[in-house]
Nanobody, 130 residues
């Protein structure tokens, strides 16, 4: 079982920054703890489906970003703290959404793309005003 808990959401004006954090814990992991995991951030705007924001493969450090956030958002992790981050700079009103931390269920590497086959956190709200 994988548990993901997000924090760091809030309200900010356009052009501002926020950093989201996600603590990740696993009970009875099916793979060695040293094996790669595909971690990610997704978001959901009210009335729309969830969309991928960024992913990170822990095995090789590879990252992938949605075009809409490329150059503004950075995904990273602190191995010792078992925490995933999303640094969001240059925020825009269209970034307003519920943000979710994820760990992919069945694939250790993310590749270039997004998948709905994840464990999900409960989400944290980000609101950007103009």
């Amino acid at each position: 079982q994988v548990r993901l808990v997000e924090s760091g959401g809030g309200s900010v004006q356009a052009g501002g920054s926020l950093r989201l954090s996600c603590t990740i814990s696993e009970s009875n992991p099916t793979r060695p703890t040293s094996a790669s995991r595909c971690l990610g951030w997704y978001r959901q705007i009210p009335g729309k489906g969830r969309e991928g924001v960024a992913t990170l493969s822990t095995g090789n450090g590879g990252t992938f970003y949605a075009d809409s956030v490329k150059g503004r958002f950075t995904i990273s992790r602190d191995t010792n703290k078992k925490t995933l981050y999303l640094q969001m700079n240059g925020l825009k009103p269209e970034d307003t959404a519920m943000y979710f931390c994820t760990q992919r269920r069945n694939w250790p590497y993310c590749g270039e793309g997004f998948s709905p086959d994840n464990y999900w956190g409960q989400g944290v709200q980000v609101t950007v005003s103009s």
